[in-house]
């Protein structure tokens, strides 16, 4: 298959070649040269909607989700400088940006770009998608859909001491929701809990809820960002900025029984959504 060419301008777009509308400040590479875009590095393929919580050793972490990457005083300029930075602030961005890549584009697509670090080394980075949650980012800016269903998923795969844990990810929104079969299920019974949220507003947030059920599962499984992790004085502790609102069954729709997966729940602020993604564990 013939890996689909693309440049991020994060939060804003991710544009095809061809369409001469690429993001300027994040048209350069670390020397001012234009940016090398993909068109033949092997995709990091999934078979189903199983995946690791981490695309390397590491989980992402709410530090990384929390570095305001994608928030509205993000979408400038300042961006490329941050995928730049051969500092911990980069290396969270670009941690990020690659989980951000992996949720939102399928396997046909890619993007890359060269950074410089410290010591005068030139890192040339080719992030993958994989999930294909909003795969038109590729032709145009993410529209409102896109941008919570993305948000959702770097919810979903945030870990709080940063390991890898393997999750089930489920949901209403194409295309998870014809990807997740009966021996996946089966494999993977304890629904944890839902996440939704919009990292790409204003004021980005994002939001969590837990199944009564599995709050001990989930955390001895160390999966502990829906329930949260106790603190030892009777109160929980949320994963950075994700809010835990509480529980799955007061919050959303009955737990659909084919997919096994929530397909809306109720927000705080903004009422009702359905770009909620499900995660389940074994």
Known sequence: ??????????????????????????????????????????ALVSGNALSYNALSYNALSYNALSYNALSYNALSPAAASALQDPGEGGNLFRTLVKYTVSCALDDSQAFSFSWTDAAGTTHNEVYHGELGLADTWGDGPLNAGGKQVVSACLAARTNRYGVSVVISMRSHQDPLRHEVGREERDAYPHVEGAFWGDLFAETPYLR??????????????HRDCAAGSEDGSGGVEPCGMIEIVGSCQDLCSKLHPPGQYYKDCQDPDSGKTRYVITTALR
Request: hydrophobic share 45%; charged share 20%; aromatic share 2%.
């Open 1 to 42: 298959m013939k890996t689909k060419a693309v440049l991020g301008c994060v939060g804003i777009l991710l544009v095809a070649t061809g369409t001469g509308c690429i993001a300027p400040e994040l048209a350069l590479d670390a020397d001012g040269e234009a940016a090398n875009l993909d068109s033949s590095a092997d």
């Open 208 to 221: 969590a809820c837990y199944n009564e059920g599995s709050v001990e599962t989930s955390r001895a499984a």
